[in-house]
């Protein structure tokens, strides 16, 4: 195995229209609704940042421009907030900053798949592995997601995908992995499908929504091929990378939360405020309330 090449960089894929979430994402995008107090997207940033990626670019589409205007300065709030001595809320804005370059931005023209979308950021990328993270995914844990993942891949190089368990009546609505023998710390995937017909999966491993990919499932994605839902699937590239390279799983440790579903965001609001300091203690009182 060559030296392993840091992951640097990061394509976070939010050209999606959030129709599940109409009104509420009728103008504003489905990444910026809140998790407690942070856009979603936010939260997906803070969690490439724990992993050390220092580049993040996002795929995005028309009426996207919101997340833009999230990541970068918002000088008449800053007066404001200056003028009125709200210094704590001035730091906790500037703490969240990219920094300057450390952006970028390019669209997806129209809705031909999440392979398309990874495709279209090829460029940006350019010839270096990269990290993929599907905003749609919240991972709450005390060692982020893809920060357990780089674990995984400063050992072994190659490609990681985090995986999970679900029921197996569920495991038609995703990429489904089976796993060859076990090597050191990570498995090995010797098999993938996206969206399996119900009782066809290979396991009822899932792919979760996290990916250490190397440069080479650019050119494959290339070729547009359309696969599930006729759409280009990152999954089916995988698939033929596979026949070249090595794929690893990482059981990750954490609860994820599929936030393109309206229960599930609602759920990961719930599990976010119940953990933070400030607000943790008086709301689970409130939902105590509630629910007797
Ligand atoms: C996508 C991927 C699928 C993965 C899922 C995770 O599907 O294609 O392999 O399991 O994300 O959320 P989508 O949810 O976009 O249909």
Redesign the pocket.
């Known amino acids: 195995m060559g030296t392993i090449k840091p992951i640097r960089k990061a394509i976070l894929p939010v050209a999606?229209l959030g129709t599940r979430f109409l009104p509420a994402t009728k103008a504003m995008p489905k990444e910026m609704l809140t998790i407690v107090d942070r856009p979603i997207i936010q939260h997906v940033v803070d969690e490439a940042k724990a992993a050390g990626i220092e580049h993040f670019i996002f795929v995005t589409g028309r009426n996207k421009t919101v997340i833009e205007d999230h990541f970068d300065k918002q000088v008449e709030l800053e007066t404001t907030l200056k003028q009125r001595g709200k210094f704590e809320q001035l730091k906790m804005l500037n703490d969240l900053l990219p920094e300057a370059g450390q952006t970028s931005y390019t669209r997806q023209q129209s809705p031909k798949?999440?392979?398309h979308a990874v495709w279209c950021a090829r460029d940006l990328v350019g010839d270096e592995p990269f990290a993929l993270l599907?905003p749609?995914?919240l991972v709450q844990a005390e060692k982020g997601c893809l920060a357990q993942m780089m674990e995984i891949y400063n050992e072994t190089g190659g490609n990681v995908l985090a995986v999970e368990e679900v029921a197996p009546e569920e495991t038609s609505?995703?990429?489904?992995v089976s796993l060859g023998e076990t090597e050191g710390p990570s498995m090995t995937i010797n098999g993938?499908v996206?969206?399996p017909d119900p009782g066809l999966a290979p396991s009822n491993l899932?792919?979760?929504?996290r990916y250490i990919l190397q440069p080479e499932v650019f050119d494959i994605l290339a070729t547009q091929t359309q696969g599930?839902?006729n759409?280009i699937?990152?999954?089916d590239a995988m698939q033929t990378l596979m026949e070249s390279q090595d794929f690893h799983a990482c059981k990750y440790e954490g609860r994820s939360f599929?936030c393109?579903s309206k229960v599930g965001f609602l759920a990961a609001n719930v599990a976010f405020a119940l953990e933070r300091e400030d607000i943790g203690p008086s709301f689970k009182e409130a939902i105590k309330k509630l629910i007797d």
């Open positions: 999606g798949g999440l392979g599907l749609d995914v609505s995703y990429g489904v993938m996206e969206k899932i792919i979760m929504g599930a839902g759409e699937q990152i999954t599929d393109g």
